[in-house]
């Protein structure tokens, strides 16, 4: 008689010690009385492919990926998403049974899934969405955007030439704006969104004049460190409606857990309260 193998799963990167992710599978395997392990795995840069090659073997069925091998780990990969290759990294590893590995990004669907539980009004087609920032996050925003029928995206970044080539490869409804404007352009948009590190706890404050804040904007920080940010309170001052960024964290969460364990968990408070804590 073959006992079944106890599915594990881990997030990688370097370092990783920082990451809240074994606090939510935690949550998530007990509340559900699930078997299963999520470890941290710190993997040096000279070992990721072997380390990927082997943990299939060794009873991993996944793992989410961090900084520094979002992109990477694209290269390694057997099978590739077309959203993961939209957006240029892959947060999420799926180890199929045929040996194959199939790499996914999901920041999108939970940056989405976050608006849509904490901003219930949020009406995408309602007008443009300004986006802070072109880095991976901010791809992966812009590709979700687009995709839900946000009309328009001003796009500006400290760095324009990393701004225009974001809006190459996303078409003609993405404009940018130099940084220098970046105050200028929230006027008139429906939606706001900054992912970069500014006002993050240890990072330069989010300095873009915050004026043409209007009630009825959706404003919304990937930043959760603080949950709070400057440009989240200045927006509640304003009348907007907010979304901090900690819904991002455990809604990109969903689908691997969903794939790995077997089973699609809740989001909710006391998840909230247990990756806080």
């Given at each position: 008689m073959t006992l079944a193998r106890i599915p594990l799963a881990a997030v990688i990167g370097a370092p990783v010690a920082h990451s809240r992710s074994p606090r939510l599978f935690a949550h998530w395997l007990r509340k559900y009385g699930l078997p299963g392990h999520y470890i941290p795995m710190e993997v040096p840069a000279d070992k990721l492919e072997e380390t990927l090659r082997l943990l299939p073997d060794?009873?991993?069925?996944?793992?989410?990926?961090?900084?520094?091998?979002?992109e990477r780990v694209m290269q390694i990969a057997d099978v590739v998403s077309d959203r993961a290759t939209l957006i240029g990294a892959a947060n999420t590893l799926i180890f199929q049974q045929d040996g194959r590995i199939h790499a996914d990004n999901t920041d999108g669907y939970g940056f989405i899934e976050n608006l849509r539980q904490n901003g219930p009004d949020w009406q995408p087609e309602a007008g443009p969405a300004v986006v802070f920032g072109a880095g991976g996050a901010a791809r992966a925003v812009i590709a979700s955007l687009l995709d839900v029928g946000v009309p328009e995206i001003r796009l500006s970044n400290r760095t324009r030439h990393r701004a225009e080539a974001v809006a190459q490869d996303f078409g003609n409804r993405v404009e940018v704006h130099d940084w220098v404007q970046a105050g200028n352009i929230i006027e008139d948009c429906a939606t706001v969104v900054n992912t970069t590190s500014l006002g993050m706890a240890?990072?330069?404050?989010?300095?873009?004049?915050?004026?043409?804040?209007?009630?009825?904007?959706?404003?919304?920080?990937?930043?959760?460190?603080?949950?709070r940010t400057r440009l989240l309170r200045t927006a509640e001052e304003q009348g907007c409606t907010t979304v901090d960024g900690l819904g991002m964290l455990l809604h990109q969460a969903v689908p691997g857990f969903e794939r790995w364990f077997g089973m699609r968990p809740d989001v909710d408070e006391s998840i909230r309260a247990a990756v806080l804590r």
């Amino acid at each position: 008689m073959t006992l079944a193998r106890i599915p594990l799963a881990a997030v990688i990167g370097a370092p990783v010690a920082h990451s809240r992710s074994p606090r939510l599978f935690a949550h998530w395997l007990r509340k559900y009385g699930l078997p299963g392990h999520y470890i941290p795995m710190e993997v040096p840069a000279d070992k990721l492919e072997e380390t990927l090659r082997l943990l299939p073997d060794l009873g991993f069925v996944g793992l989410n990926v961090t900084i520094p091998y979002k992109e990477r780990v694209m290269q390694i990969a057997d099978v590739v998403s077309d959203r993961a290759t939209l957006i240029g990294a892959a947060n999420t590893l799926i180890f199929q049974q045929d040996g194959r590995i199939h790499a996914d990004n999901t920041d999108g669907y939970g940056f989405i899934e976050n608006l849509r539980q904490n901003g219930p009004d949020w009406q995408p087609e309602a007008g443009p969405a300004v986006v802070f920032g072109a880095g991976g996050a901010a791809r992966a925003v812009i590709a979700s955007l687009l995709d839900v029928g946000v009309p328009e995206i001003r796009l500006s970044n400290r760095t324009r030439h990393r701004a225009e080539a974001v809006a190459q490869d996303f078409g003609n409804r993405v404009e940018v704006h130099d940084w220098v404007q970046a105050g200028n352009i929230i006027e008139d948009c429906a939606t706001v969104v900054n992912t970069t590190s500014l006002g993050m706890a240890g990072k330069p404050e989010f300095r873009v004049p915050l004026d043409a804040l209007e009630p009825g904007m959706l404003v919304t920080d990937l930043v959760y460190t603080p949950l709070r940010t400057r440009l989240l309170r200045t927006a509640e001052e304003q009348g907007c409606t907010t979304v901090d960024g900690l819904g991002m964290l455990l809604h990109q969460a969903v689908p691997g857990f969903e794939r790995w364990f077997g089973m699609r968990p809740d989001v909710d408070e006391s998840i909230r309260a247990a990756v806080l804590r």
